[in-house]
């Protein structure tokens, strides 16, 4: 029998910064997203949604154009905090639901599913930072359909209204901001968890709707039998629509019922909802698995 020297080392150089082996798992999950088809259609199509706003912007302030269709400023919606909630931020709540629901559940299964895990952990890489990277997908691309083109249309309303538009609504790149991140936020990570324990991608998204479906059902069963709010606390759609009330300065007339529900509670809400999912994640991927 051959006896070799034992002379290997392991490495003993320097590593790279740990957010840097971040951005090696974001550009990876990136790319598998932006490789299917439905998906770069269904991105593109939703970049239509401002520019058809923007469209309009130039339309509500061209008088000309407005005179010669016989119409005026006073016919048409005031543009405030009210109309992006309205027209802006609830239609950027579908299409980021959407976008998750397609996404999120399906990003961490297969990695658990062929055993991978270990490998990545294997590395100078930690569940966290496996986390911050899949989640930054979503989260970039999230923050390109929905409170970046918000903020832009701001902008170009602000420039075409003048007369102190924007220090009037200077909330409103505040309030979209904060409610996309959240609604973002804790859906990722939610989605993130239902994928960590459902291999399939079909029954993983369907597992995804279901809670998310359940909860807003289960939160109207408790409202009906006991009274107050306490429904509310589990629905996560009334607390999205109690921030959008109170971030965006609307009324219950535009937005429909209003919950009875204090802001910091519905803030409170999807912070508790991210923790939840959060524990539940972090305790899914470990460095080793049972291969079956």
Same mark, same amino acid.
Request: some cysteine; glycine content about 6%.
């Given at each position: 029998?051959?006896? !070799?020297?034992?002379?290997?080392?392991?490495?003993?150089? =320097?590593?790279?910064?740990?957010?840097?082996?971040?951005?090696?798992?974001?550009?990876?999950?990136?790319?598998?997203?932006?490789?299917?088809? !439905?998906?770069?259609?269904?991105?593109?199509?939703?970049?239509?949604?401002?520019?058809? *706003?923007?469209?309009?912007?130039?339309?509500?302030?061209?008088? #000309?154009?407005?005179?010669?269709?016989?119409?005026?400023?006073? #016919?048409? =919606?005031?543009?405030?905090? @009210?109309?992006?909630?309205?027209?802006?931020?609830?239609?950027?709540?579908?299409?980021?639901?959407?976008?998750?629901?397609?996404? $999120?559940?399906?990003?961490?299964?297969?990695?658990?599913?062929?055993?991978?895990?270990?490998?990545?952990?294997?590395? =100078?890489?930690?569940?966290?930072?496996?986390?911050?990277?899949?989640?930054?997908?979503?989260?970039?691309? $999230?923050?390109?359909?929905?409170?970046?083109?918000?903020?832009?249309?701001?902008?170009?309303? @602000?420039?075409?209204?003048?007369?102190?538009?924007?220090?009037? &609504?200077?909330?409103?790149?505040?309030?979209?901001?904060?409610?996309?991140?959240?609604?973002?936020?804790?859906?990722?990570?939610?989605?993130?968890?239902?994928?960590? !324990?459902?291999?399939?991608?079909? *029954?993983?998204?369907?597992?995804?709707?279901?809670?998310?479906?359940?909860?807003?059902?289960?939160?109207?069963?408790?409202?009906?039998?006991?009274? $107050?709010?306490? $429904?509310?606390?589990?629905?996560? #759609?009334?607390?999205?629509?109690?921030?959008?009330?109170?971030?965006?300065?609307?009324?219950? #007339?535009? *937005?429909?019922?209003?919950?009875?529900?204090?802001?910091? &509670?519905?803030?409170?809400?999807?912070?508790?909802?991210?923790?939840?999912?959060?524990?539940? *994640?972090?305790?899914?991927?470990?460095?080793?698995?049972?291969?079956?």
């Amino acid at each position: 029998m051959a006896i !070799f020297l034992k002379a290997y080392k392991g490495y003993e150089g =320097p590593l790279s910064p740990s957010f840097n082996r971040t951005f090696v798992i974001f550009r990876y999950a990136l790319a598998d997203v932006m490789k299917t088809r !439905f998906f770069t259609a269904f991105f593109v199509l939703s970049l239509l949604l401002p520019l058809g *706003l923007m469209c309009f912007l130039y339309f509500y302030h061209n008088i #000309e154009l407005l005179s010669q269709l016989h119409l005026s400023q006073y #016919e048409m =919606p005031v543009i405030d905090g @009210s109309f992006f909630a309205v027209f802006v931020q609830q239609p950027q709540n579908a299409l980021l639901f959407f976008m998750i629901l397609v996404l $999120g559940p399906t990003m961490i299964s297969p990695d658990l599913r062929n055993n991978a895990m270990p490998l990545y952990l294997s590395r =100078p890489i930690t569940a966290s930072t496996y986390i911050l990277g899949k989640g930054l997908v979503l989260l970039t691309l $999230g923050s390109i359909i929905s409170w970046l083109p918000t903020i832009l249309l701001f902008f170009v309303q @602000s420039y075409l209204a003048g007369d102190g538009w924007m220090s009037q &609504h200077w909330y409103i790149p505040f309030a979209s901001m904060m409610t996309c991140l959240l609604w973002i936020t804790s859906l990722s990570l939610v989605a993130f968890t239902v994928s960590a !324990f459902v291999k399939w991608k079909a *029954l993983a998204r369907g597992m995804f709707f279901g809670v998310l479906f359940i909860s807003s059902l289960f939160g109207k069963v408790i409202e009906n039998i006991f009274g $107050g709010n306490i $429904g509310d606390l589990i629905n996560i #759609e009334s607390g999205l629509t109690v921030l959008i009330s109170a971030f965006y300065r609307t009324t219950s #007339e535009l *937005l429909g019922s209003i919950p009875d529900m204090e802001t910091s &509670h519905a803030f409170m809400q999807f912070v508790v909802i991210g923790i939840i999912a959060l524990l539940i *994640l972090m305790h899914r991927i470990k460095s080793f698995q049972r291969v079956s």
